[in-house]
């Protein structure tokens, strides 16, 4: 069974604090790994599609990054405008098996920057 | 506009009485999905699809049913609604398997 779990559940910084959201996955044969940013009462927005270990993007202060077992949301100089719950998910690759396409999310961190 | 669209927004009903909430893509999307999100749960795939006439079950599918007529709608069938069906629900689609979801503005159902 796929399974993602994502640390911290939530997550206070000051602006300027740099941190980082830790997303831990299991899967039978990983099509790609998403992270996604929610703002409350809305549908969560598209941030990064991750294929493959050692594969990084960046995008403003934002930073993804994945090994085989897990996947880093760096956050760098962070501002109050960053503020949201942020989601992981992965998909399922196993083209053999009874899951292919599936799409498995993490808890979500919620991230919380003060002025 | 590049967009999915849900309706309705917002849906009070009774138990048992059977709805329907539609989802409607404008991108010529192959994949497309349903979610539920409660709190503490984060967001669980209900059911989706990867093509015309193709469904599958996500981690929840109990007391829901969908189907794949057209490839850009993609309803959600609750026969017989239950309490424990109240929840934000969201539909998204997608190009392909792989490729990141477009969600919908969310559906917010209460069953009384």
């Known amino acids: 069974e796929d399974q993602v779990t994502q640390s911290p559940e939530a997550l206070r910084l000051q602006e300027g604090e740099s941190s980082s959201l830790n997303c831990s996955y299991t899967v039978s044969g990983l099509r790609g790994l998403f992270w996604y940013r929610q703002d409350p009462g809305k549908g969560p927005e598209f941030l990064f599609t991750l294929y493959s270990a050692g594969e990084e993007k960046e995008k403003e202060r934002l930073k993804a990054t994945l090994t085989k077992k897990e996947s880093f949301l760096h956050i760098t100089a962070p501002k109050p405008e960053d503020s949201a719950t942020y989601l992981c998910?992965?998909?399922?690759?196993?083209?053999?098996?009874?899951?292919?396409?599936?799409?498995?999310f993490g808890q979500g961190t919620i991230l919380t920057v003060h002025p | 506009e590049a967009q999915v669209t849900q309706n309705p927004r917002y849906l009070i009903t009774v138990t048992g009485k059977k709805l329907t909430v539609t989802c409607s893509q404008n991108m010529n999307h192959e994949y497309m999905s349903w979610y539920r999100q409660d709190p503490g749960l984060g967001l669980r795939q209900i059911y989706y699809s990867m093509n015309v006439e193709v469904t599958d079950k996500g981690d929840v599918p109990e007391g829901y049913k969908v189907s794949r007529k057209e490839k850009r709608n993609f309803p959600l069938i609750l026969e017989s609604p239950s309490p424990n069906q109240t929840s934000l629900y969201f539909c998204?689609?997608?190009?392909?398997?792989?490729?990141?979801?477009?969600f919908g503005p969310g559906t917010r159902l209460t069953v009384t």
């Open positions: 998910a992965v998909q399922d690759g196993n083209a053999g098996g009874t899951s292919y396409g599936k799409l498995t």
């Open positions: 998204a689609s997608s190009i392909a398997v792989g490729y990141e979801q477009y």
